[in-house]
């Protein structure tokens, strides 16, 4: 069986293969990675992009907005409940997309954000996450809301309360309501973990 070597490219060849492939797609923003794949016939370019930093760094390197999409949506949610959080005296790091959660806070409990808009009118409005998994692989989900005016809440919600793979809030009543602004449920995480050591 014949050995198929690959030969590794340096970051500055990335980015001149980018910045052809956004020219040649005639395009004023990043290109995402099915018009990439669609572009070079194949999706090891892509690939490659998002091994060396990922779509959202080489936008940020090249100076390229994104396009409008759910990924760009949940990093303005992950970047909103970070600041959040912050602001509140927590340290919060930011994890890569091979994480399966989104936040690590006082380097200790995993959160994964979702982020949603107000669906329907205000008053028989309804706040959709997708989840995705049944079973949780971070310890709480950050539920950052936006309703039409641009207003913003969290909800701490711990894992284990959302094992389903969508969750629905009402805007106005909800089950859910009770975990609006709980930073204490990250406070009481946060000394479990210490008291296992």
């Excluded at 014949?2 to 590794?8: D, F, G, L, N």
């Excluded at 090891?44 to 936008?59: I, K, Q, T």
């Excluded at 994480?99 to 107000?118: N, S």
Aim: include cysteine.
């Amino acid at each position: 069986m014949a050995e198929c070597k690959r030969t590794p490219w340096s970051d500055a060849q990335l980015e001149q293969q980018l910045r052809e492939c956004v020219a040649e797609m005639q395009l004023e923003r990043m290109p995402s990675c099915r018009e990439l794949n669609a572009h070079t016939g194949s999706g090891g370019f892509s690939a490659r992009l998002v091994a060396a930093g990922g779509m959202y760094s080489w936008a940020r390197r090249l100076g390229l907005p994104l396009k409008q999409s759910a990924t760009e949506i949940g990093r303005q949610g992950e970047e909103y409940a970070a600041l959040w959080l912050q602001a509140r005296g927590y340290t919060v790091e930011r994890m890569s997309a091979r994480h399966p959660y989104d936040l690590l806070i006082d380097r200790a409990v995993k959160a994964d954000v979702k982020f949603a808009h107000l669906g329907g009118r205000r008053q028989t409005g309804r706040y959709s996450f997708e989840l995705r998994k049944i079973y949780p692989t971070c310890d709480i989900y950050l539920l950052v809301t936006e309703a039409e005016e641009g207003c913003r809440a969290v909800y701490v919600l711990p894992a284990q309360n959302a094992m389903h793979r969508m969750l629905s809030m009402g805007s106005i009543t909800s089950k859910y309501q009770k975990y609006r602004g709980r930073t204490d449920i990250i406070d009481r995480l946060l000394r479990a973990f210490a008291e296992v050591g």
